[in-house]
């Protein structure tokens, strides 16, 4: 299903994987928070990027998967789907309930809620046209795959933005 593909599945995954390495290093700039914001902070923004590229990641190996039949690359395209739009729909409650200090911007439940979960049902509909074999079905995976990796990026950015800057500290000497 996949053939001439490798090479974009390979690069797909590669990406999916330093993203990954990237939450590490915007965790450990985590370290002087509270823990309760680091935790809900985890809880509704970067668990979600980290499923993401995840997903990007398992995508990209079971495409590489020789001989994977449509209907077994639909499957994982489902339950990934599934997943996904649970976890996206949880985002959006959670991001949404957030106030006073913790008052998000408002484009925060719209990149790490709402487009993610657009992004799901994008893939279930491709994984119903895999299983169908659908010859456009190729294409929507990679279409599919593409979004994430540069929502990741931009979701990354915005994290990594939001935590580097910090306040002086009050007795700072001259």
Request: hydrophobic share 55%; aromatic share 10%; glycine share 10%.
């Amino acid at each position: 299903m996949f053939d001439g593909w490798g090479e974009f599945y390979l690069l797909a995954g590669s990406a999916a994987a330093v993203l990954i390495g990237l939450i590490f290093v915007v965790v450990t700039l985590m370290s002087d928070r509270p823990r309760s914001s680091v935790l809900s902070g985890s809880r509704l923004y970067m668990g979600p990027v980290v499923l993401q590229v995840t997903f990007v990641l398992v995508l990209s190996a079971a495409a590489l998967t020789p001989g994977i039949s449509p209907t077994k690359l639909a499957a994982v395209g489902a339950g990934v789907s599934v997943w996904g739009l649970v976890r996206g729909l949880i985002s959006i409650r959670g991001i949404r309930a957030l106030t006073g200090n913790d008052k998000p911007h408002w484009t925060d439940v719209w990149f790490y809620g709402a487009i993610p979960s657009l992004l799901y049902v994008s893939l279930g509909v491709v994984s119903f046209a895999a299983w169908r074999e659908l010859s456009w079905a190729t294409q929507g995976v990679a279409a599919v795959i593409t979004a994430w990796l540069l929502l990741s990026i931009r979701n990354e950015w915005d994290l990594v933005t939001w935590l580097a800057p910090r306040p002086d500290s009050s007795d700072a000497s001259d």
